[in-house]
């Protein structure tokens, strides 16, 4: 193909009327088309991982509750919990409702993965319902580990807010 004929081409690809062709095509041979496509993401993500690694870490960020809900959908998938949150049934509070501490959506180094005591992260209040719109919350990183590891006194903020709660 001459110069001037790939200049002809690349122009009618960027034309409505190409991007309509195109996008036609691409509908038509979806299925045909698939493996083609998820072999060259593959090959681009193993040949430029910090490129993509940032692209996730930048929606991550812009999409919070999305984001959320995405990996715990994963993970009552794996566990088989029932789950029928979308992002309108949550919103996540600037304050921590048990320990009062303020939250923050933002990571250690700035890397999804390393996230601080302040990070919220959504509780089931009674496990054995799954994640259901009634039954979440969200509580700061600290609050939730605590059933492991606190403090007295974080203990007993906790049994402040359950009595708070339920009364």
Known sequence: MTTKKKESQRKYDMSE?????????????????????REKAKKYRAKHPECTRDTWDKWDRNHPLASLLSKVKGRAKTKGILFTLTTKDLV????????????????????????????????????E????????RFVSRRANRIKNNGTALEHRQIAEYIERESA
């Open 17 to 37: 009327k190409g991007k309509a062709r195109h996008k036609r095509y691409n509908e038509k041979n979806r299925e045909r088309l698939r493996p083609y496509v």
């Open 92 to 127: 996540i509070p600037t304050t921590c409702p048990i320990l009062g501490i303020t939250l923050s959506r933002i990571a250690v180094n700035g890397r999804s993965g390393n996230y601080p005591d302040n990070y919220p992260e959504l509780d089931r209040i009674i496990p």
């Open 129 to 136: 319902k799954g994640y259901i719109p009634s039954n979440v």
